[in-house]
């Protein structure tokens, strides 16, 4: 157990507790771009419980950054958030003042990103960048936050911590630095942490390493994550609930085992099939037809309509073109915004070959 | 195999291959590239301004053939020397020691006139679409650069040629005019490609050619590749760390762990009987489903080129190492076309 008494004191149960540590509702956000404003999250609602590990899952462009960097107010200038909240434990984040969010950020929310080498500054040892939080956050002398720096990167698995502590990035690895980064992010005892695709620029044998590390550290001190990836295969390994983006907005929201092994959404469904890589009879590979709609383009129905399966065989292809549906109860929490789910048109059955290999690939 | 498939009846059909994977045709081919005994080292200035010269280990002793026609799949960690060998077979970098023949042409021994002859038949197409593109040049002038470079067709013609191209990938002609921040990922991939094809080559190595790329996209090019070969009767070197996209196109598969080959057998050898630890441990990391419960996860990462471990570099990671791996392992067929560098791959395989 760690050696940190800010993390050590934080007795927060683990499990998804009545009230969510954050709320996101109905949140929009516009960029501008050379096509005019545009409408990159478009009204999304989610929540994120106490010690619970949320997924966010989509395509580049879906806007899972987008909601992440909101979350922690890191937006580029030219990004407005048009309407919504962010509340964290009831407070909305989007009214603070600046000098309050800077003592939010690393405190309560910190981040982790996809290239750890280059969070990393290149000119200070990976001792005193992990120890700062802990210096201007909580006011710890140099040599205080020093010891507990290395304490810290003991804790997330770097060999002869006292000796790497002294290292610069360009001497690490990159799975060392995303230690490094891990051990950085939880210095200051934060309640949730944003991470953003922090596997995908590591290989295979060291991403199950890394996913491995962020699960055992949320675990042991209690925190919540929200974990962006593209990749649904990463998530299922650590995610208790998968939130899939489409477009800017939220088409479905699950607990893991049932995304997973269930998908509802023809776009979760066609998202799980291509990323699994097997071959139909014919030697072909399942993609999912056509692209996701461009930025900026006039979006009318269902924003899945164009590359679904689903809509013109079961003739509803009308309705999806011009009724936009809702975020549809299917289960007991378990949403999904598609009206041949609401319609009761499309049954889930256990027995379909590609559900079954997720299934047996999640076992 | 299907009766539309020519090649399966034809003179060429191996009967031996078609258990080798998806591909019948595949294995058929004569010798295309040969490298033997190919070493790169590049050194680095150690600790400090007056620090004495290192060398890191980058290719050391690799001896491998691929066959006209065929996926051959490069797998391995960061640093493993994938991306290397790809650069020297392309002499885009030259190799220290060895031999590399493509087509029984020494590439090693090429002069300028010969080497831009032979780029001709060797193409690279890179991880990153986005930064192999000039963002200042219309996708069509980009297409079009290695055409006039070697000064075939006219004006018109090589318009024609572009707009060929871009159906081959699968973009309507109207493309040529587009710039590339006007342009989708999987949309410049395309290009890339198009661009690589551009003078008709018979090899094409691609170095990650999908690791930046959304799940759905990602398939979009792979079906691409498997037709673009099939249709051109191209010769694909795959690297890639990702094992789920080396499964699916290869033909045969080579296994990399810091700078040397240490596995390499037909793309089910591979996945069905890996023989060497690391083999099986990299499969368990990436198709988990393949592997047994007491395969756990590879712990640590690879150790620094720079000074590689004697003997079997993977000892100091490996489960089954014992005193004996200090020595350099031979790197023999264990099976018929399935080699492996690894004295303790009985027991390798009993685990699996």
């Known amino acids: 157990m760690t050696t940190i008494d800010q993390v050590a004191d934080r007795g927060t149960a683990a499990g998804p507790g009545p009230t969510p540590l954050i709320e996101v509702r109905n949140l929009r956000v516009q960029l501008p771009s050379r096509d005019g404003i545009v409408t990159a999250i478009d009204g999304i609602d989610f929540s994120i419980g106490r010690g619970e590990i949320v997924a966010l899952v989509g395509e580049s462009g879906s806007g899972k950054s987008m909601t992440a960097l909101s979350i922690a107010r890191l937006l580029p200038p030219t990004a407005r958030i048009t309407s919504g909240e962010v509340l964290l434990d009831g407070v909305d984040l989007l009214e603070l003042p600046d000098r309050d969010m800077d003592r939010i950020r690393g405190a309560r929310i910190a981040m982790l990103f996809q290239q750890p080498k280059a969070s990393l500054d290149p000119t200070s040892r990976v001792g005193d960048q992990v120890g700062e939080a802990l210096r ?25 911590a006292r000796r790497r502590a002294r290292a610069y990035a360009h001497q690490l690895s990159g799975g060392m630095a995303q230690r490094v980064m891990t051990a950085a992010a939880i210095s200051g005892g934060p309640e949730l942490l944003i991470a953003d695709e922090p596997t995908t620029a590591l290989d295979v044998t060291v991403q199950a390493q890394i996913l491995g590390l962020l699960k055992s550290m949320v675990r042991e001190h209690g925190l919540s994550m929200l974990l962006i990836s593209h990749d649904l295969g990463i998530v299922s390994t650590i995610a208790d609930r998968v939130v899939v983006l489409y477009a800017g907005k939220v088409v479905e929201d699950g607990p893991t085992a049932q995304i997973i092994g269930q998908p509802t959404h023809p776009y979760t469904e066609a998202l799980m099939r291509s990323s699994l890589l097997i071959p139909n009879d014919e030697g072909r590979l399942y993609a999912i037809p056509g692209g996701a709609p461009r930025p900026g383009e006039e979006l009318v129905g269902c924003r899945f309509r164009a590359r679904c399966q689903y809509a013109d065989t079961l003739g509803i292809a009308a309705k999806c073109e011009t009724l ?20 009761g048109l499309i049954t889930l059955t256990p027995a379909d070959p590609i559900r079954l290999m997720i299934t047996e690939r999640t076992r | 195999m299907t009766a539309a498939d020519p090649a399966a009846v034809g003179p060429g059909a191996d009967p031996g291959v078609t258990d080798t994977g998806r591909h019948p045709k595949a294995a058929a081919g004569r010798p295309l590239i040969v490298l033997e005994d190919v070493t790169k080292h590049f050194p680095v200035s150690g600790g400090g301004l007056l620090g004495r010269k290192e060398v890191v280990h980058a290719i050391d002793g690799v001896t491998l053939t691929v066959r ?34 493509f087509d029984g042409q020494d590439v090693l021994a090429a002069d300028r006139g010969q080497l831009k002859a032979l780029r001709r038949e060797m193409q690279l197409i890179f991880q990153d679409p986005f930064s192999a593109l000039d963002p200042s040049m219309k996708l069509g002038q980009s297409i079009e650069a290695p055409l006039s470079q070697h000064n075939i067709g006219d004006k018109a013609s090589r318009k024609r040629m572009v707009a060929e191209l871009l159906d081959k990938v699968g973009l309507p002609a109207s493309f040529a005019e587009r710039y590339p921040s006007e342009c989708s990922g999987g949309q410049l991939h395309r290009v890339v490609i198009a661009r690589a094809l551009s003078l008709g080559p018979r090899f094409l190595a691609c170095d990650e050619p999908t690791s930046s790329l959304d799940a759905s996209i990602r398939a979009q090019i792979l079906n691409l590749l498997v037709d673009l070969r099939d249709q051109l009767g191209l010769t694909l070197l795959l690297i890639s760390h990702d094992l789920r996209v080396v499964r699916y196109i290869s033909d045969r598969v080579a296994v990399m762990y810091l700078g040397r080959i240490v596995e390499l057998g037909s793309r089910d050898d591979i996945f069905e009987h890996p023989l060497h630890p690391y083999t099986q441990k990299l499969i368990a990391a990436s198709l988990p489903e393949r592997a047994g419960e007491d395969h756990a996860i590879l712990q640590g990462e690879p150790p620094s080129p720079i000074n590689p471990p004697s003997g079997c570099r993977f000892r100091e990671r490996c489960p089954l190492a014992i005193e004996a791996c200090k020595e350099l392992p031979p790197f023999e067929p264990a099976r018929p076309g399935h080699s492996v560098a690894c004295i303790r791959w009985q027991d390798a395989a009993a685990s699996w």
Do not use: N, Y
């Open chain 2, 68 to 101: 006209e026609g065929e996926v051959m799949g490069l797998v391995g960690e960061t640093g493993s020397g994938k991306s290397t060998l790809a650069r020297l077979i392309l002499k885009l970098i030259t190799a220290d020691g060895g031999q590399i023949t």
């Open chain 1, 136 to 160: 201007f956050g909580r006011g710890a002398s140099p040599s205080q936050a020093w010891q507990k720096s290395v304490a810290l990167l003991e804790d997330v698995g770097i060999p002869e």
């Open chain 1, 324 to 343: 936009e549906p809702g975020l549809h109860l299917c289960e007991s929490g378990h949403q999904c915004r598609c009206w041949a789910v609401q319609d």
